[in-house]
């Protein structure tokens, strides 16, 4: 059982736009803002769209966006596009110092 | 450009031991300031953190896995490894070795994973 709670499932259409949720509890997210979240296509590795919460790669579009309120951290991808269809996975540094994962949202492009 | 490889067995016997290892091109792993890592991903699951390394050799492990697993590094060639001992089948997954850097508690870079089946 992952320590963040993400929805198994989301969908949007194309040039739409969607949020993602990542639930914890204050221990798992700490007194940092230490929020990331990762894409993964199937059959390859995870990459990093966004760090600290709120901060992009070079290289990620700024069609992705993060935030953080309470226990509760959010990715917006907007103007959906089709490879934009993947997993997304939040992970957060908590308060005893360990990083842990949510179990990943499928985003379903329609 | 940073690049990472895992490598080693892609078939373990219940009870035997995991040993893997992450060949790093691009960067010096001892003139890194940021740690290395790996993780796992059951198939079909999500991901988890196995632990951490850093280039003098002091290591973060998962409470979970612990007393199983042993972690190197040998800045001589570049590398670090794993290894998990009394592997079951839980124990199969796709295993990446990561950098947590130049971001705090972010994976920047991967490799390509290995997909590691206990069974006999």
């Known amino acids: 059982q992952s320590a963040l709670t993400q929805p198994p499932s989301a969908s949007g259409s194309l040039g739409q736009s969607v949020t993602l949720s990542c639930t914890g509890t204050s221990s798992d997210f700490g007194d940092y803002n230490y929020v990331s979240w990762y894409q993964q296509h199937p059959g390859k590795a995870p990459k990093l769209i966004i760090y600290e919460v709120t901060k992009r790669p070079s290289g990620v579009p700024d069609r992705f966006s993060g935030s953080k309120s309470g226990n509760r951290a959010s990715l917006t991808v907007s103007g959906l596009q089709a490879e934009d269809d993947a997993d997304y996975y939040c992970s957060s540094l908590a308060g005893n110092k360990d990083l842990v994962f949510g179990g990943g949202t499928k985003l379903t492009v329609l | 450009q940073l690049q990472l490889q895992e490598s080693g067995p892609g078939l373990v016997k219940p009870s035997g031991t995991l040993s893997l290892t992450c060949t790093v091109s691009?960067?010096?792993?001892?003139?890194?300031?940021?740690?290395w890592g790996w993780l796992r991903q059951p198939p079909g699951k999500g991901l988890q953190l196995i632990g951490l390394i850093y280039y003098s050799g002091r290591t973060s492990e998962n409470p979970s896995l612990k007393r199983r697993l042993a972690m190197s590094v040998d800045t001589s060639q570049n590398q670090f490894s794993l290894r998990l001992t009394s592997v079951t089948a839980a124990d199969t997954a796709v295993y990446y070795c990561a950098y947590m850097g130049p971001y705090v508690a972010s994976f920047s870079s991967w490799g390509q994973g290995i997909l590691v089946t206990v069974s006999s």
């Open positions: 691009g960067v010096s792993i001892a003139s890194s300031t940021y740690y």
